[in-house]
């Protein structure tokens, strides 16, 4: 006989969110990492913030306990449900039920290059590109930044909800390729600066470069730029021959580890390859979220405006376009 449950013990049962699940019946699982953001002792790569659950190690998420017994224990659906609802006991749940899925994705080892005793040549480089020089302490004392040795050059670091280093890309100032990420990156967790408190923007750029610049040029208008979410997608891709658009890892991740963002604003390259990356990820996500995509006034990204205000000496003014296009409302 097929197992069955009606469609009231399925609503039943998605009434009840994972932290009050974990809370109830399974209290010493619950691991606080701060007011605001939990995880759990057996997984813990799971995060809890702001009623959602995010699982690093492979990608699943959802809002609900339901959603949790699912995905990560294994149980299958009706029993989860029937579980939840009432009509089997929660006493022990994960204990009588081990329904566990396949084994966990590896997590990536990321090998960081190894760190320079201080940070001048990087600071003056940055500095070089117009970058104020109390961004670039914030990014170095959050571990975001660093300088590299034997070569010099600046290390940006993407880390996870936890603040554990999970990606690294390097400005190569000597070599062919601009950019090399470090060994086992992993792209979810691509350089980016989460919110100071609660925001529901999210503001997207190419590079860190660029977003380091955003952030000089909010501090030029007198903004607070620690006020939104900003990210940068450490490369785009565009796709060929007809494929399909693929949504980027990095901005994938984001949303659903902050999953009260509603509104988007897409800083991209004003280049043809920026534009086509930028349209088509408005496309994308336009049905979800309130999404911006707005072309630099000055130059092909961020950072060429940032330094044609610098050259026009504009640093001591508020500058008029940034305050209307690009920072958010």
């Excluded at 952030?215 to 900003?230: G, M, P, V, Y």
Aim: charged share 30%; aromatic share 10%.
């Amino acid at each position: 006989m097929m197992a069955y449950v009606s469609e009231e013990q399925i609503e039943k049962a998605k009434r009840l969110d994972l932290l009050t699940y974990l809370e109830t019946f399974e209290p010493d699982e619950l691991v606080r990492l701060s007011n605001r953001i939990c995880s759990t002792k057996s997984h813990d790569s799971v995060v809890i913030r702001n009623g959602a659950w995010f699982r690093n190690s492979t990608g699943d998420y959802g809002f609900t306990a339901l959603d949790y017994l699912v995905k990560v224990y294994g149980i299958p659906f009706v029993r989860a449900v029937e579980q939840l609802s009432g009509e089997r006991s929660l006493e022990n749940s994960k204990r009588n039920d081990v329904f566990y899925r396949a084994e966990p994705q590896e997590q990536k080892v990321l090998r960081l290059p190894p760190r320079y005793y201080n940070n001048k040549a990087v600071t003056a480089y940055l500095e070089n590109r117009g970058i104020n020089r109390d961004v670039i302490h914030f990014c170095i004392q959050t571990n975001r930044l660093y300088e590299s040795k034997p070569y010099h050059n600046p290390v940006f670091v993407g880390l996870d909800s936890k603040e554990k280093p999970r990606f690294a890309i390097s400005r190569c100032q000597n070599w062919k390729r601009r950019y090399l990420e470090a060994k086992g990156s992993d792209k979810r967790f691509a350089f980016s600066i989460s919110a100071e408190t609660e925001s529901d923007k999210l503001i997207v750029f190419e590079g860190a470069i660029d977003l380091l610049s955003y952030c000089t040029l909010s501090e030029i208008a007198s903004e607070d730029w620690r006020k939104f979410h900003l990210l940068s997608l450490s490369g785009i891709y565009i796709p060929q021959n007809g494929k399909k658009f693929t949504r980027p890892k990095a901005l994938e991740w984001y949303l659903k580890a902050y999953p009260n963002i509603r509104q988007i604003k897409l800083l991209l390259d004003g280049d043809k390859k920026g534009q086509v990356a930028a349209n088509e990820i408005a496309k994308t996500y336009e049905k979800e979220y309130d999404v911006k995509n707005i072309v630099p006034p000055d130059g092909m990204d961020m950072n060429d405006l940032l330094q044609s205000y610098r050259i026009n000496a504009l640093g001591k003014e508020k500058p008029k376009k940034l305050e209307e296009d690009l920072l958010p409302a």
